[in-house]
């Protein structure tokens, strides 16, 4: 069982940056595969980019590729998204979720754990 938390949302105007974590439980952190996810309102959920157990690989969508930054340290049983250069269609609940095992899984139904989300709210 995982459990996982965001944090680091907030209200950011265009050209900004906010650094999100997703803190998770659990002793096998480094054996699962981290996606990032966001839901607009009246959008459908998007897939953000994932990043692999060892940190090695990561995989992002075309929308956010050059913009957003997902890392990990497994000591601390942590992965973070950093955003630059917002833009106001940015703004969504991000959400983080887990699958164990290296995969590079771009649907929502593909993780085993997700959490509650954490606000971006990106101002023009």
């Known amino acids: 069982q995982v459990q996982l938390v965001e944090s680091g949302g907030g209200l950011v105007q265009a050209g900004g940056s906010l650094r999100l974590s997703c803190a998770a439980s659990?002793?096998?952190?480094?054996?699962?595969?981290i996606g990032w996810f966001r839901q607009a309102p009246g959008k459908e959920r998007e897939f953000v980019g994932g990043?692999?157990?060892?940190?090695?690989?990561?995989y992002y969508a075309d929308s956010v590729k050059g913009r957003f930054t997902i890392s990990r340290d497994n000591a601390k049983n942590t992965v973070y998204l950093q955003l630059d250069s917002l833009k106001p269609e940015d703004t969504a609940v991000y959400v983080c979720?887990?699958?164990?095992?290296?995969?590079?899984?771009?649907?929502?139904?593909?993780?085993?754990?997700w959490g509650q989300g954490t606000q971006v709210t990106v101002s023009s």
């Open positions: 979720a887990a699958r164990l095992g290296t995969y590079y899984a771009y649907l929502f139904s593909q993780y085993d754990y």
């Open positions: 659990g002793r096998t952190f480094s054996t699962y595969t």
């Open positions: 990043i692999v157990g060892n940190g090695i690989s990561t």
